[in-house]
Nanobody, 122 residues
Framework: QVQLVESGGGLVQAGGSLSLSCVVS????????MAWFRRAPGKDREFVAH????????LYADSVKGRFTISRDNARDTVYLQMSGLKPEDTAVYYC???????????????WGQGTQVTVSL
């Protein structure tokens, strides 16, 4: 059974930074392409960033390009999301996801974490 556990959420002022982590257990994280998604209050879940198994390829939503960085440490079975220049509209529950196959932006994710809350205040 694959499990994903996010951590690192919290409250931060606009313009600040926050780093999220996602630990993969059950199988080694290097097996999976990984991604971060988020769901803001009253909105649908949206894609944030994707990283390939080897970390060679990364993809970002336009809304976070230049501000967020996705990375991974396969030796630690961990994926990260470094967020800077945070805005109130980044407030959401952030979810980590893993997929069996990598189709870039068309990837269908098979496993999901429980989420971690990020709140950005003015």
């Amino acid at each position: 059974q694959v499990q994903l556990v996010e951590s690192g959420g919290g409250l931060v002022q606009a313009g600040g930074s926050l780093s999220l982590s996602c630990v993969v257990s059950g199988r080694t994280s290097s097996t999976y392409p990984m991604a971060w998604f988020r769901r803001a209050p009253g909105k649908d879940r949206e894609f944030v960033a994707h990283i390939s198994r080897s970390a060679r390829n990364t993809l970002y939503a336009d809304s976070v390009k230049g501000r967020f960085t996705i990375s991974r440490d396969n030796a630690r079975d961990t994926v990260y999301l470094q967020m800077s220049g945070l805005k109130p509209e980044d407030t959401a529950v952030y979810y980590c996801a893993a997929a069996e196959r990598d189709w870039g932006l068309r990837t269908k994710y098979d496993y999901w974490g429980q989420g971690t809350q990020v709140t950005v205040s003015l």
